[in-house]
């Protein structure tokens, strides 16, 4: 399927790829590494970009405009517990609770290493970090989510499989990364009524956001959970919903015991300022009020962009409620084919998936963007897979 000279970018980026490890590149790692990539739209990290907009917009507006930007880069931001207090208005929970990390990836770290040392149970595919993060004291064991249940998860198998194993800490990610499957908040009520015997019960929402249970698209929180279930962690990357990956702002929610141990180890000043800003604006009602609407209005676009792309022959399109969708190359196609195919010809950065364990198959994911860029993408792929047809 490759040429030879898009066989030899695809051997530069396998390179990238292995210096990141079960990571993506990032967009300026290809532009400085391989500067012949052109790259018009990044359907491979996760984010909104009307959020980002929108951050945007009061960043030129209260810092760059009224001058305020100098102090922001100028000065120290405020330590761990100042900014806790921004995100315990907004999310109606104790600021001792709250547990402000720069970025999630920073909370997943410090809670694995911390409070799920000894044996832990990780669903797959999922989010690598979980597996890879873990101390090299820490047993780790896999529950498969079945490919011929398009990688749900089924609650009953999965509370027999946790207590037959008896696990010190679980993980569940919901809408799951790399599938996008939700669990309904009453499912997830169910599967934690079963695990009073579990010591963590650690839910990534990082994509809760884009998850909905009516025509509405209410919004969903796991707040109640924590407040009613002792031994549940929530953790939370502020990336993919408010599109703000590049200050790295995230948070974990849990005990106050274990936000003092962590703070008494470090982590008193892990934010940025501009960081800082956002938990600051976070919590005011103009911005929420402003972030809903954008919200909803991806959504809906996202959804609309997953049924189109399942009219395309040749892909496979799992049901999804995140910001991106699993695909599946039904017809051959390799999927580190298809990541330069898309790169080269179209300059559409898409993520392969052939290093999540857990996945059978030829397997790409693909983040929706703005409508505009939906359809661009969309036109890709059809102009694609329209030349593969023909060739068979």
């Given at each position: 399927?490759?040429?030879?000279?898009?066989?030899e970018i695809a051997q530069k980026m396998?390179?990238?790829?292995?210096?990141?490890?079960?990571?993506?590149?990032?967009?300026?790692?290809?532009?400085?590494?391989?500067?012949?990539?052109?790259?018009?739209?990044?359907?491979?990290?996760?984010?909104?970009?009307?959020?980002?907009?929108?951050?945007?917009?009061?960043?030129?507006?209260?810092?760059?405009?009224?001058?305020?930007?100098?102090?922001?880069?100028?000065?120290?931001?405020?330590?761990?517990?100042?900014?806790?207090?921004?995100?315990?208005?907004?999310?109606?929970?104790?600021?001792?609770?709250?547990?402000?990390?720069?970025?999630?990836?920073?909370?997943?770290?410090?809670?694995?290493?911390?409070?799920?040392?000894?044996?832990?149970?990780?669903?797959?595919?999922?989010?690598?970090?979980?597996?890879?993060?873990?101390?090299?004291?820490?047993?780790?064991?896999?529950?498969?989510?079945?490919?011929?249940?398009?990688?749900?998860?089924?609650?009953?198998?999965?509370?027999?499989?946790?207590?037959?194993?008896?696990?010190?800490?679980?993980?569940?990610?919901?809408?799951?990364?790399?599938?996008?499957?939700?669990?309904?908040?009453?499912?997830?009520?169910?599967?934690?009524?079963?695990?009073?015997?579990?010591?963590?019960?650690?839910?990534?929402?990082?994509?809760?956001?884009?998850?909905?249970?009516?025509?509405?698209?209410?919004?969903?929180?796991?707040?109640?959970?924590?407040?009613?279930?002792?031994?549940?962690?929530?953790?939370?990357?502020?990336?993919?919903?408010?599109?703000?990956?590049?200050?790295?702002?995230?948070?974990?929610?849990?005990?106050?015991?274990?936000?003092?141990?962590?703070?008494?180890?470090?982590?008193?000043?892990?934010?940025?300022?501009?960081?800082?800003?956002f938990f600051r604006i976070y919590g005011?009602?103009?911005?929420?009020?402003?972030?809903?609407?954008?919200?909803?209005?991806?959504?809906?676009?996202?959804?609309?962009?997953?049924?189109?792309?399942?009219?395309?022959?040749?892909?496979?399109?799992?049901?999804?409620?995140?910001?991106?969708?699993?695909?599946?190359?039904?017809?051959?196609?390799?999927s580190s084919d298809f990541v330069i195919?898309?790169?080269?010809?179209?300059?559409?950065?898409?993520?392969?998936?052939?290093?999540?364990?857990?996945?059978?198959?030829?397997?790409?994911?693909?983040?929706?963007?703005?409508?505009?860029?939906?359809?661009?993408?969309?036109?890709?792929?059809?102009?694609?897979?329209?030349?593969?047809?023909?060739?068979?």
């Open positions: 399927m490759l040429t030879i000279q898009e066989r396998q390179t990238l790829k292995n210096a990141s490890g079960s990571h993506s590149p990032s967009i300026f790692t290809i532009a400085k590494e391989i500067p012949q990539i052109h790259i018009d739209i990044d359907a491979c990290f996760l984010s909104n970009p009307y959020a980002t907009s929108l951050f945007m917009d009061y960043i030129q507006k209260e810092l760059i405009d009224s001058k305020k930007l100098r102090d922001i880069l100028e000065f120290y931001p405020s330590q761990n517990a100042i900014i806790s207090q921004y995100l315990s208005q907004s999310l109606d929970i104790e600021q001792d609770c709250i547990f402000v990390s720069n970025g999630a990836i920073e909370a997943i770290q410090a809670i694995l290493h911390n409070f799920a040392s000894n044996k832990i149970i990780v669903n797959i595919p999922t989010f690598s970090s979980y597996y890879e993060f873990v101390t090299p004291q820490t047993q780790v064991i896999y529950y498969d989510l079945p490919k011929e249940n398009d990688y749900k998860l089924c609650i009953e198998s999965y509370i027999d499989f946790v207590k037959k194993h008896k696990p010190q800490s679980v993980i569940i990610i919901n809408p799951n990364n790399p599938n996008g499957d939700y669990l309904p908040l009453d499912s997830m009520r169910e599967i934690l009524r079963n695990l009073a015997e579990v010591e963590n019960v650690i839910i990534d929402e990082s994509f809760i956001h884009f998850a909905f249970e009516n025509a509405d698209f209410t919004p969903i929180s796991y707040i109640a959970l924590f407040k009613e279930f002792h031994n549940v962690i929530l953790l939370k990357s502020m990336s993919k919903d408010f599109g703000i990956a590049g200050i790295r702002a995230g948070y974990a929610i849990m005990q106050k015991s274990k936000i003092d141990k962590l703070l008494k180890n470090g982590y008193l000043w892990n934010s940025n300022g501009l960081s800082e800003y005011t009602k103009d911005f929420r009020d402003k972030y809903e609407i954008v919200r909803k209005k991806y959504i809906a676009q996202t959804q609309q962009f997953f049924n189109d792309l399942a009219k395309i022959q040749g892909l496979k399109v799992y049901p999804s409620k995140a910001n991106f969708a699993l695909l599946e190359l039904v017809n051959g196609v390799k195919k898309m790169l080269l010809k179209y300059g559409i950065y898409t993520r392969t998936c052939n290093d999540k364990i857990g996945l059978n198959g030829e397997f790409v994911r693909l983040a929706s963007r703005t409508k505009e860029e939906n359809s661009v993408i969309l036109n890709s792929l059809k102009d694609l897979f329209g030349g593969i047809n023909k060739a068979r």
